[in-house]
């Protein structure tokens, strides 16, 4: 499956951004989906994901409250809305994917297969 990360950009301190990542190549409803991100120096750490059908989400505790991942799986997109942003969410968002599976371990970056290209969020103070 092949994933193309957009929405990205400049905004202030408590400000909102909406990142999208669209997905072709394979059935978007039999992955499970996630966003992560990087800082520099830093490791790629996770934020936020959702199970193929979308009844399940998990968030990292430093984004739960200010961020809202869904899906669309007509449009095999899958979205990050970020609020309340703070210039520590600053980082090059990367959406993930993972064939469906029982045990999935949505937290670590090894739980993904497939990887966007990325996307920059600057959010200054």
């Known amino acids: 499956v092949q994933l193309q990360a957009s929405g990205g950009g400049l905004v202030q301190a408590g400000g909102s951004l909406r990142l999208s990542c669209a997905t072709s190549g394979r059935t978007f409803s039999n992955y499970d989906m996630g966003w992560l991100r990087q800082a520099p120096g830093k490791e790629r750490e996770f934020e936020a994901a959702i199970r193929w059908h979308g009844d399940n989400t998990y968030y990292a505790d430093s984004v739960k409250g200010r961020f809202t991942i869904s899906r669309d799986n007509a449009k095999n997109t899958v979205y990050l809305q970020m609020d309340s942003l703070k210039p520590e969410d600053t980082a090059v968002y990367y959406c993930?994917?993972?064939?469906?599976?029982?045990?999935?371990?949505?937290?670590?970056?090894?739980?993904?297969?497939?990887w966007g290209q990325g996307t920059q969020v600057t959010v200054s103070s």
């Open positions: 993930a994917a993972e064939f469906r599976t029982t045990g999935w371990d949505y937290a670590n970056p090894y739980g993904y297969d497939y």
